[in-house]
């Protein structure tokens, strides 16, 4: 079974700092989905890559597929309080969308 | 903005009892899911379905059920809650079955005592 592995588990940033978020996968991916998360609440989807060598921004936030298409990474430029959350990174196998996660990333925004 | 609603967000109840957790969305979706989720871990696939009358099993074994009579109702149900069975419990769904992208509600935050 396809397996994700995301780094760091948590990061402490001072407002305005840059910051990245890498998300490895044991297997080749079909798709790789970041979203943020709210402690106790929801998913909210942030970017969907799917070709080898993809890269999307929106806002701030960066993500970038590798070429062989088992590693992610996020990339939060200037950060803000904004930007705190946990960030997931999900991965569709191929089978039927059904997603497997990654076990998140905490981050703190020190303002 | 997604459109898919869970209810109740917060639930604490009694060993023994059975609860219903609702989920419903208003984007025509086929697809949809049910995630459990513990604090400080990874979200787990308990169930899915690809539309009406279609349910599954997901990779984690769940004491839960689902049914799926309409396309935008999603119930799961447990028979007998049990203090193990305490955990954020989140629903999702996507409109294709390869590439989608999967809308997530608020999340049930389930205590059972």
Sequence with gaps: ?111 | EADIYQTPRYLVIGTGKKITLECSQTMGHDKMYWYQQDPGMELHLIHYSYGVNSTEKGDLSSESTVSRIRTEHFPLTLESARPSHTSQYLCASSEVVTGGIQYFGAGTRLSVL
């Design chain 1, 1 to 111: 079974s396809q397996e994700l592995e995301q780094s760091p588990q948590s990061l402490i940033v001072q407002e305005g700092k840059n910051l990245t978020i890498n998300c490895t996968s044991s297997k080749t991916l079909y798709g790789l989905y970041w979203y943020k998360q709210k402690y106790g609440e929801g998913l909210i989807f942030l970017m969907m890559l799917q070709k080898g060598g993809e890269e999307k921004s929106h806002e701030k936030i960066t993500a970038k597929l590798d070429e062989k298409k088992q590693q992610s990474s996020l990339h939060i430029t200037a950060s803000q309080p904004s930007h705190a959350g946990i960030y997931l990174c999900g991965a569709d196998g191929g089978y039927g969308n059904k997603l497997v996660f990654g076990a998140g990333t905490i981050l703190r925004v020190k303002s």
